[in-house]
């Protein structure tokens, strides 16, 4: 007990990047089929951006990622490496994992938060996913590009039951998940451009708005409440009060008359945009 070192100061944030890889590398080293894995690929980081979440977002999607495979410590590797389909049991361990990686690291105080990000990286947007089949509700922006991004790697990997896909393959399987409606297409389009796909050219927005945070400002513009608007965008309100704060910073308003204000001067309100 007197041996045992005492608390030693926060990590500045290059070094925590550098614990939080040392993290993945001992991770992805606990199966052969993972062993290979390149930290960061594709970047969640440059997905993130991708998708116009924003900086601070974007370092906290590629922290995220770093830690989204913890769980898989509390898994066996009898499991993990088997060539037969798996029983129900050990079908039941493999979906606990992103659950394992979430209590993990709720222990932290100063992980916590990626770990309930991280717990995401299998849930999918029609409640197929796991652990808690979320569904669009509760499945953030940070989440679905870290699940895309988790989905189109693992196809590049061999498993015990198949052999790895190539970067096409892998891309068109990714882009048929947004068609059967369980991955987020904007998640995915910014996930295979950071990996070098050659994808659809989205609009450009002014003030680096996000298609979705173009929706959710028209519905602002309207004078709808921020529960009307995450229910007409099927949405949970606490993501539709992070859309309209990234809005608000991005437009340099405080208010939502002054935002209303920019959605018509910038000739928003005229475009009839999909609000799904």
């Known amino acids: 007990m007197d041996a045992e070192p005492g608390l030693t100061p926060p990590l500045p944030d290059e ?5 939080l890889e040392a993290i993945a590398d001992f991770v992805d080293i606990k199966s052969p089929f993972t062993s290979a894995t390149p930290v960061g690929s594709p970047s969640w980081r440059r997905a993130a951006t991708a998708m116009g979440l924003g900086s601070a977002t974007a370092t906290h999607v590629r922290r995220a990622g770093l830690l ?9 590797n009898a499991v993990w490496d088997k060539t037969a389909e798996l029983s129900a049991a050990e079908l039941e361990r493999v979906r606990l994992h992103p659950y394992l990686t979430q209590r993990m690291l709720a222990s932290s105080p ?11 990286h ?3 947007l029609d409640g197929s996913g796991y652990p808690r089949g979320a569904g669009q ?4 922006p940070s989440g679905r590009v870290l699940a895309a991004a988790d989905a189109y790697h693992a196809k ?11 970067p096409a393959e892998a891309g068109a399987w990714l882009r048929a998940e947004v068609r059967q409606g369980r991955q987020d297409g904007d998640a995915v389009d910014a ?18 708005l996000t298609a979705r945070e173009v929706d959710v400002l028209r519905l602002l513009a309207r004078g709808m409440t921020n529960n009307e608007i995450a229910e007409a965008l099927v949405i949970s309100p606490k993501t539709a009060d992070h859309h309209i704060e990234h809005i608000y910073a991005k437009i340099g308003v405080n ?8 959605a018509v001067q910038h000739g928003l309100m005229d475009d009839p945009a999909k609000l799904g």
């Open 15 to 19: 070094a925590l990047d550098g614990a």
């Open 191 to 208: 996930v295979l451009e950071a990996a070098g796909h050659r994808v659809r050219r989205r609009k450009e927005w002014p003030s680096g």
């Open 68 to 76: 989204h495979d913890l769980g898989r410590l509390g898994v066996s």
């Open 255 to 262: 208010n939502r008359a002054r935002a209303s204000l920019y």
């Open 122 to 124: 299998h849930e999918r």
């Open 156 to 166: 590049l990997e061999p498993r015990p039951h198949r052999g790895a896909l190539t």
């Open 110 to 120: 100063g992980l916590a938060e990626y770990g309930a990000t991280a717990s995401q």
């Open 137 to 140: 509700a509760s499945f953030t």
